[in-house]
């Protein structure tokens, strides 16, 4: 049985940086350049980072069962950047597809910390609590707005946990946002996509922020009256895509992100619509872009937008980006699990590598 599982294991791996037309992955790790690889679970969530040291950061670890695809996909990746521990793992929130793989890749590969938005739960989501507390033990830290995490050469800050959001803006933020006059607001989402940990992570002049599945209403605390985000280079948008309350016109606007990665899968995720966006209730509150792909691409200052998926749910050409910036087409057993690269550099320019293709894109930070 060990060694089923061992070649299966490698054969995945195998897999993973092969893309469908035989193309390689860009070489792992790269002196000095902070790694990212944005991990294909099929519209859950998944980011490693790598530092220049090669201490590494886990942000979320993808759905449990299903032959443990999830946590097989992270341990390539983490394979391919030459780890053989995880340093650092930070669960967003209690859902299925952020926790779900985590039992099974603690058995893959050696994890030193854990850290969290805390023991509120809502009942359904209470066993995952119970079994990441299980594996966690005593290396557990639960996360507050504002915190740090101890992430070699990254600058790793707490923006949301658990609420409210941080005080303090970070980067360049703090500066008062005209977009919030009149924008669209929304009541609070499920309670797990108020509580989750948001982060902003910083390497050199490079600025990133992940916020999970964070709803609109707490984006809107961190984007008004005033910006505590600043600006970003790279932004994994919330919710794999599915802005149906998220994705809020003042804070993508805000931040003026250079790329955006989307987490989704092929049928989970982009190719949603919100039809809220029109007509708008309130008389005098500016309308915002249904489609979610659209609302992203028309946000001023995106250069690209990489998906993880092609959708399934909307193939149109006008909802998807380039095929070049798509890591994967298929779904089922013709889905690849192919992840997306980047490798960052410390006067904030980086490239961002599609394996399925061999294609590669460098941005100059702004």
């Keep these: 049985m060990k060694q089923f599982l061992a070649g299966a294991v490698v054969s995945l791996f195998a897999l993973a940086i092969t893309g469908a037309d035989g193309s390689k992955a860009a070489p792992a790790p790269q002196a000095g350049k902070l790694q990212i690889y944005w991990i294909d679970v099929e519209g859950g969530a998944s980011t490693l980072f790598v530092s220049p040291s090669g201490e590494s950061l886990l942000f979320d670890t993808g759905f449990g069962g299903n032959g443990d695809r999830d946590a097989k996909r992270i341990y390539a990746a983490a394979q391919h950047a030459g780890l053989r521990k995880i340093d650092h793992v930070v669960i967003s929130h209690w859902h299925a597809d952020h926790e779900g793989g985590l039992e099974a890749l603690s ?12 023991d509120q ?3 359904e989501d209470r066993v995952r609590l119970e079994n990441y507390r299980g594996i966690a033990g005593s290396n557990r830290t639960i996360l507050h707005a504002g915190d740090s995490i101890p992430f070699a050469g990254v600058e790793t800050k707490v923006l949301v946990s658990e609420g409210p959001v941080i005080a303090t803006p970070v980067n360049d933020g703090g500066a008062p946002n ?4 009149n924008a669209a607001q929304m009541e609070p989402a499920a309670p797990e996509n108020i509580r989750m940990v948001g982060l902003s992570l910083d390497f050199g002049r490079f600025k990133m922020a992940s916020l999970g599945d964070l709803d609109w209403s707490r984006e809107m605390q961190l984007a008004c009256p005033v910006n505590k985000i600043g600006t970003v280079n790279l932004y994994t948008i919330n919710r794999h895509g599915t802005l149906a309350d998220s994705g809020s016109p ?10 955006i990665v989307v987490n989704n899968g092929p049928r989970k995720g982009l190719g949603q619509r919100d039809d809220r966006a029109k007509p708008i209730a309130a008389p005098g509150v500016r ?20 998906q993880l998926h092609l959708s399934l749910i909307d193939r149109d050409t006008a909802h998807n980006t380039k095929p070049e910036l798509i890591a994967n087409m298929d779904e089922g057993v013709q889905d690849q699990g192919n992840w ?27």
């Design 121 to 123: 739960v809502q009942p």
């Design 107 to 118: 058995k893959l590969i050696p994890i030193g910390h854990f850290y969290d938005h805390g």
């Design 178 to 181: 005209p977009l919030c006059a």
């Design 250 to 259: 003042a804070l993508l606007g805000a931040i003026h992100p250079q790329v």
């Design 340 to 366: 997306i690269e980047a490798a960052v550099s410390g006067d904030g320019s980086f490239t961002v590598t599609n394996p399925r293709t061999g294609f590669s894109k460098s941005y100059r930070a702004r």
């Design 287 to 306: 309308p915002y872009e249904a489609n979610s792909y659209l609302r992203m691409a028309t946000t001023p200052g995106v250069e690209d937008i990489w």
